[in-house]
């Protein structure tokens, strides 16, 4: 089966600038997440979907991160403007429930997009 | 609230030789706990998961992790070392309310 896809692979923009990030979760599931790893840290939630809805966005930077799922398959995650610190490899993971014990899911991740902001 | 520690930045083995990589958590009750291994280039892959019964956990890649409560840890381990290992390795630590947390990191380096 397909993996997660993601795109593009590697973006360079100048602070200030907006950028967007694409999505494509494995066909059926229904868990979407979007990561931020930045250089030497670990992996870092910014937002989780169930279907198209949001489960938890609580360390999403809400006033230049958004995202959305619309019809519950692909997402994107855009910035806008962005800052220096918001260098890092973004990653996109997807898991299969809905419902239940989701959190016990192997979450199932794509290559990621690096973020350069000069 | 939760948090994963994973002590050792990075460690270097020869191969053959066996490995245990630490983390520690902190949360008031039986956390989820997870293991994944980052390769060069390529994304994060689940190599194994504790949530409940047998504390000792089997995974992919021979490796093995064992759920201590009272010590709270999940440590990794793998008997003998392959040069193919060498990548970076993520703890990771949720619970039922679907947050999740990953450790910053142990970045692994096998010696021939």
């Known amino acids: 089966e397909a993996g997660v896809a993601q795109s593009p692979r590697y973006k360079i923009i100048e602070k200030r600038q907006s950028v967007a990030f694409w999505c494509n979760p494995i066909s059926g599931h229904a868990t979407l997440y979007w990561y931020q790893q930045i250089l030497g840290q670990g992996p870092k939630l910014l937002i989780q979907f169930q279907n198209n809805g949001v489960v938890d966005d609580s360390q999403l930077p809400k006033d230049r991160f958004s995202a959305e799922r619309l019809k519950g398959v692909d997402s994107t995650l855009k910035i806008q403007p962005a800052k220096l610190e918001d260098s890092a490899v973004y990653l996109c993971?997807?898991?299969?429930?809905?419902?239940?014990?989701?959190?016990?899911?192997?979450?199932?991740f794509g290559p990621g997009t690096r973020l350069t902001v000069l | 609230a939760q948090s994963v520690t994973q002590p050792d930045i990075h460690i270097t083995v020869s191969e053959g030789a066996s490995l245990e990589l630490r983390c520690n958590y902190s949360y008031g009750a039986t956390p989820y706990l997870f293991w994944y291994v980052q390769s060069p280039g390529q994304g994060l892959q689940l190599l194994l998961k504790?949530?409940?019964?047998?504390?000792l956990v089997q995974g992919i890649k021979g490796f093995e992790a064992e759920f201590k409560r009272s010590q709270s840890s999940f440590n990794l381990r793998k008997p003998s070392v392959h040069w193919s290992d060498a990548a970076e390795y993520f703890c990771a630590v949720s619970n039922t309310g679907n947050q999740f947390y990953f450790g910053t990191g142990t970045s692994l380096t096998v010696i021939p």
């Open positions: 993971a997807s898991s299969p429930r809905d419902r239940g014990l989701v959190s016990l899911d192997t979450q199932y």
């Open positions: 504790y949530f409940s019964g047998d504390t």
